[in-house]
């Protein structure tokens, strides 16, 4: 219990400090939110100041602080100041499907790299560990607009299989759904798949060169057991600490990705409204996916404690 506490302790401080951030940095971006979203450049000052009386931005910066974080205690993300809908509706429209982005292309960078990391690590050295290796380098330093850009020509100007932006809901056509959601996907899977090929082949290096594999080795066991079933196996420990910092990050490539897509997801969400200064919208956007990065860490954590019982041993002696 207390390690659970200790964890909620955690998140609640690390949403205050990404609230405190996310509210000084948004204020400190230059424009004026009404003459922005209202187009009031030509209308007289007292209309500009009515405006800003309504939106609450004629208090002071401390009093727009103490009421946010008030009503965020609360659960209240507040309301657009563009068009007055509640965030906590605009944050529940686009959140599952940048979730379902974020998913398949996870799935997409775990298929390929698990295997490639794999098989180079089996043939170090070789012309094909070095193949490999290389493709993963062009995977990590190629900017993922750059991805995008060759694979819509590829899938949807060349052999018109895929559409190039849109989105539908899966519950109105799941295959239309995933016609559409398939290439932000691969988007993102082959720049994940960049990072973690590398990380798979060096962890399954190291498990090779351990005493329990040579003595395996020594027993006649099979060259392909001893590195499934052994090296593979304890690899995937270290290997899910990356697997974990690449799902946050792959939430925050998708603002990239859902922009180039046109995908109405969290990401898009808050560059539209940051471009309109949409205070709260953005505050409660962001404030989300730290929430999810901090939940996707402490999911790591409980599955070290099932891939190792070690882990989940040393935890419990220190009462977490």
Not at 39 to 59: K, P, Q, S
Not at 94 to 105: D, E, K, N, V, W
Not at 223 to 241: D, G, L
């Amino acid at each position: 219990m207390s390690g659970l506490l200790k964890r909620a302790v955690d998140l609640v401080v690390v949403m205050l400090c990404v609230a405190t951030m996310v509210f000084v940095l948004l204020r400190a971006i230059p424009g004026d939110p009404v003459l922005i979203m209202g187009g009031l450049d030509n209308i007289d000052a007292a209309a500009v100041e009515r405006a800003r009386t309504e939106m609450g931005l004629d208090r002071s910066l401390p009093e727009q602080y103490a009421i946010w974080v008030g009503a965020l205690l609360r659960g209240d993300l507040g309301a657009s100041l563009r068009s007055g809908s509640r965030v906590g509706t605009l944050i529940a429209e686009a959140l599952p499907i940048t979730l379902q982005l974020g998913g398949m292309a996870l799935l997409i960078g775990l298929a390929i790299s698990v295997p490639a990391g794999i098989a180079a690590a089996r043939r170090a050295g070789t012309a094909r560990d070095a193949g490999i290796t290389a493709l993963a380098i062009v995977g990590i330093s190629t900017p993922p607009f750059v991805i995008a850009m060759a694979l819509i020509y590829l899938f949807a100007v060349v052999l018109q299989a895929l559409p190039t932006s849109g989105y539908v809901p899966f519950a109105e056509d799941p295959v239309a759904n995933l016609r559409h959601m398939i290439l932000p996907a691969l988007t993102l899977g082959l720049v994940a798949a960049g990072v973690l090929v590398r990380m798979m082949r060096r962890c399954v290096l190291d498990e090779l060169g351990e005493d329990y594999v040579r003595l395996a080795r020594s027993k006649g066991i099979p060259e392909s057991q001893v590195t499934y079933r052994h090296a593979a196996r304890n690899a995937m420990i270290p290997f899910v600490t990356i697997v974990g910092i690449e799902a946050g990050i792959l939430l925050s490539g998708a603002v990239i990705t859902e922009t180039l897509f046109a995908v109405p997801g969290l990401g898009r969400l808050m560059v539209d409204n940051i471009n309109q200064r949409d205070y709260p919208v953005v505050q409660g956007a962001v404030l989300v996916t730290a929430i999810i990065y901090v939940l996707i860490n402490s999911g790591v954590d409980a599955l070290y404690a099932i891939l190792d019982p070690r882990v989940g041993a040393r935890a419990r002696s220190r009462g977490e």
